[in-house]
C-alpha cells in the first residue's frame, strides 16, 4: 500500500509557508451541508493551522433571495506538519430554500493570501414538518375526528399535500398479549398448534386502515419554507373493539406522525337522543 504524500505542481517554484495547489474548489451536497476538499503544502518550517476562509459568489445565486452574494463562512480543517501535504475537507452551509443548481464564486483565503475559483453544486432535498407528530385521538369505530396542525416545507424543493394518507392501526401490544393468551389456551397441545392459535388470533385483532384527510387544503402547494395552518380530518375504521386502545400513525412526505386512539367506551346514543357526547380529542 502507498503512503506518498500528495504532491502538486506549481508554474512558480512555490513559496516558503502553507500553499494551496491550482485549480478550482468543488463543493457539493444539499444546502445544509456542502463537502468538498483542497491539498495543502505546508513548506515551512512550523505547524500550520487552517480553520476558516470566505466564498464569495460571482452570480449572486441567480437573484435567490435566500443565498447570500458575500460573506459565506467556508469552514476548513487543516492540520499540516512541517514539510506535509493534505487534502484539507472544507463545508459549507446554505439557506435549507436555496434552489438545487450550480453556483459560481471564489473562495478567499485570507490566511494564504490567495483566493481560488469556486463550483457549488447544491442537490435537491425535500424534507417536511408537520406540527404536532403526535396526535392522541378518542373515538368511536367508523366516526371522524378533526384537529389543527401546522406544515412546513423544509426543503429547497416545491410539496404538494395529498388529499388524504393512509392511518395505520394496531392493538396496543397485541403481539406479547395474544402470544401469551394463545401459549395459555393450546401450549400444552404443542408448539405448531400453539403458533396456530396466535396466528389466528392476531389476524382477528387487525383493523383495516383509517384514513388523514387533509380538508380543504388537499393539493396545495407549499413553496420551499413555506408553513400552513390547517385541518387534519382522523376517519376511524369500522372495525374496532370497544375498551381497547391503539397505536399506529401516518406518513406525509417523509414526516412520520404516530398515533394513539382510544375507542370510546359509550354506546352510541339513540337517534334523536339530545346533546349525544362528543367525540374527543388531544393532540401533543
Not at 452570480?59 to 447570500?68: E, K, R, T, V
Not at 402470544?179 to 388470533?201: C, I, N, P, S, Y
Request: aromatic share 4%; proline share 9%; charged share 20%.
Amino acid at each position: 500500500m502507498s503512503t506518498a504524500t500528495p504532491t502538486a505542481s506549481y508554474t512558480t517554484p512555490p513559496p516558503d509557508g502553507p500553499v494551496l495547489a491550482p485549480g478550482a474548489i468543488t463543493l457539493i451536497g444539499r444546502p445544509a451541508l456542502l463537502r468538498g476538499s483542497v491539498l495543502l503544502a505546508n513548506r515551512s518550517a512550523q505547524k500550520f493551522k487552517l480553520k476558516t476562509a470566505t466564498l464569495n459568489l460571482k452570480d449572486g445565486g441567480s437573484g435567490d433571495p435566500h443565498l447570500p452574494r458575500q460573506g459565506l463562512a467556508l469552514q476548513v480543517s487543516a492540520r499540516l506538519p512541517p514539510g506535509a501535504a493534505a487534502h484539507a475537507p472544507l463545508q459549507l452551509s446554505l439557506d435549507a430554500r436555496t434552489p438545487a443548481g450550480t453556483y459560481h464564486g471564489e473562495a478567499v483565503f485570507d490566511a494564504l493570501g490567495e483566493t481560488r475559483e469556486a463550483v457549488l453544486r447544491v442537490l435537491e432535498h425535500r424534507a417536511l414538518s408537520l406540527r404536532p407528530s403526535h396526535f392522541e385521538l378518542y373515538g368511536r369505530p367508523g366516526g371522524s375526528l378533526s384537529l389543527p396542525a401546522v406544515v412546513t416545507n423544509l426543503g429547497n424543493v416545491a410539496f404538494t399535500l395529498p388529499k388524504a394518507s393512509p392511518l395505520t392501526l394496531g392493538e396496543d401490544n397485541a403481539f406479547s398479549a395474544l402470544f401469551h393468551a394463545a401459549m395459555a389456551r393450546k401450549g400444552a397441545e404443542g408448539h405448531q398448534v400453539a403458533l396456530d392459535a396466535f396466528t389466528e388470533l392476531l389476524a382477528a385483532s387487525e383493523v383495516e386502515s383509517g384514513r388523514v384527510v387533509w380538508a380543504a387544503d388537499g393539493g396545495k402547494t407549499l413553496a420551499p419554507g413555506e408553513s400552513l395552518s390547517t385541518e387534519l380530518v382522523f376517519e376511524l375504521p369500522e372495525k374496532l373493539s370497544r375498551r381497547r386502545a391503539y397505536v399506529g400513525g401516518f406518513v406525509v412526505g417523509r414526516a412520520a406522525c404516530s398515533v394513539e386512539l382510544e375507542v370510546d367506551i359509550d354506546e352510541p346514543a339513540p337517534p334523536g337522543a339530545n346533546n349525544p357526547k362528543p367525540d374527543r380529542k388531544v393532540a401533543r
